[in-house]
């Protein structure tokens, strides 16, 4: 065999290089850090067939995902989770942001396209004392479903929709406006459409001294839009025992969540979906709004992985693209408005779109019973005496209120 000046000399250079790695003086590339993430029996398997083993989200790092048998199971190891063998990426509902009251989770400062991408209601599920801890990754939510048969498109404004309403109540087509299906949890779009709700925010957190369950706004709207000048109710809104009129196309909208498209659908009802519209056209009603997410641990700082958790989380759990990613995997609408915006589906999309103007349903205030009843029974109360009994809207509010301040200020201790 022939051998080059050149072949000899890399003969030398690769047996140079071996003498020196065995002698230890040339260190070996370090092996990848490995990022831990947690998730339940269903987002688990998602997250594993799209990210299970990648090294190049987060460069330096390898991203191993381990799934449990159920959420519940997850729950469970998360409230027995040590550094020993917790995860350093966790997912799951926004429930899970309570974490943040004990440390378990770190603030997370989000990118620039993640802060215009993620809608306000979101950040504010997921934050604490006015620090974000959280990304949500996917939303479950209401929207309103709008019958066709009544004009192409819902009207833009609150106004507009009862104008057609009053029309088509006296040619004797509809027997009510908008249904909430899912009573006095489902109302929650029109009430705020008319200036009115449950509690306010600061900085991205509920405040109790906010209660807008007998705002002025609220108290002249119900007395112009739910109430006639007969004190009794115009038929405007419906909140109990109303899913059938819709469905027989007696109603102009209800406000639902994806759970009843399929019985909508096969009522024959033709519809289109989104927001509530408000009292502008610029302005929408805020449907209750649950999230899913994704934190980063204290253990993550602790195992040496912070910034490549915080990578995954932001740069890709929180983006566009992974949130379409997760979304062809999991059919669950992206909480990113961008990634919402290009969802092909046009039902998942009406909802994702929907979720943008919509507020997190803390439900420890919302079930919270300190001041008597929580907020759905002393919301259902109020309603049924204004417009079932009759009763003076500014006194049945103002009581209202009185039950809700209580409850507020107990659940933000």
């Known amino acids: 065999m022939k051998f080059t000046s050149r072949g000899f000399k890399a003969a030398a250079a690769v047996i140079a290089t071996a003498s020196l790695l065995g002698a230890g003086l040339l260190p070996a590339q370090a092996a990848p850090k490995t990022i831990t993430v947690w998730a339940d029996e269903t987002r688990g398997p998602q997250l594993k067939s799209l990210i299970d083993g990648n090294t190049s989200i987060a460069p330096g790092y390898v991203i191993k995902v381990k799934f449990f048998a159920s959420l519940t199971a997850l729950q469970s190891a998360w409230d027995k989770a040590t550094a020993a063998g917790g995860p350093d990426v966790l997912t799951g509902p926004a429930s899970f942001n309570a974490a943040a009251k004990s440390g378990k989770v770190l603030p997370l400062l989000y990118s620039k396209a993640a802060q215009s991408e993620i809608p306000s209601g979101a950040k504010q599920a997921l934050s604490y004392k006015g620090r974000t801890y959280g990304v949500p990754l996917d939303v479950d939510t209401t929207a309103m479903y709008w019958n066709t048969a009544y004009g192409a498109s819902a009207p833009a404004t609150i106004d507009a929709m009862f104008e057609v309403y009053k029309t088509q109540k006296a040619a004797g087509k509809v027997t009510g406006g908008i249904c909430a299906f899912d009573g006095t949890w489902g109302a929650h779009p029109v009430l705020t459409a008319l200036g009115g709700g449950a509690y306010g925010f600061t900085s991205n957190n509920p405040d109790a001294n906010k209660v807008l369950i007998n705002s002025a706004a609220f ?73 899913s997410g994704a934190w980063v641990t204290s253990y993550a700082r602790t195992h040496g992985v912070e910034l490549g958790a915080k990578k995954l989380v932001i740069d890709w759990m929180a983006s566009s693209a992974g949130q379409l990613q997760m979304y062809a995997a999991g059919d669950r609408p992206p909480a990113n408005s961008k990634a919402a915006a290009a969802v092909k589906n046009a039902s998942t999309k009406g909802f994702a779109t929907a979720a943008g103007t919509g507020v997190p349903q803390f439900s420890a205030w919302l079930d919270d019973k300190t001041g008597g009843s929580n907020w759905y029974d002393t919301l259902g109360s109020a309603l049924t005496n204004m417009l079932v009994k009759g009763d003076n809207v500014d006194t049945t509010l103002d009581a209202a209120a009185v039950i809700l301040k209580k409850n507020f200020a107990n659940a933000s201790k």
Request: with cysteine; charged share 20%.
């Open 219 to 291: 108290k002249a709207n119900v007395k112009k839009y739910l109430v006639g000048t007969d004190g009794k109710s115009t038929g405007f809104l419906k909140w109990d025992g109303c899913a059938d009129e819709f469905k027989a196309g007696k109603m102009l909208a209800a406000n639902t969540g994806a759970w009843n498209l399929d019985g909508i659908t096969a009522a024959g009802i033709k519809f289109t979906l989104g927001a509530v519209p408000g009292l502008t056209s610029s302005s929408k009603g805020a449907q209750w709004v649950n999230y």
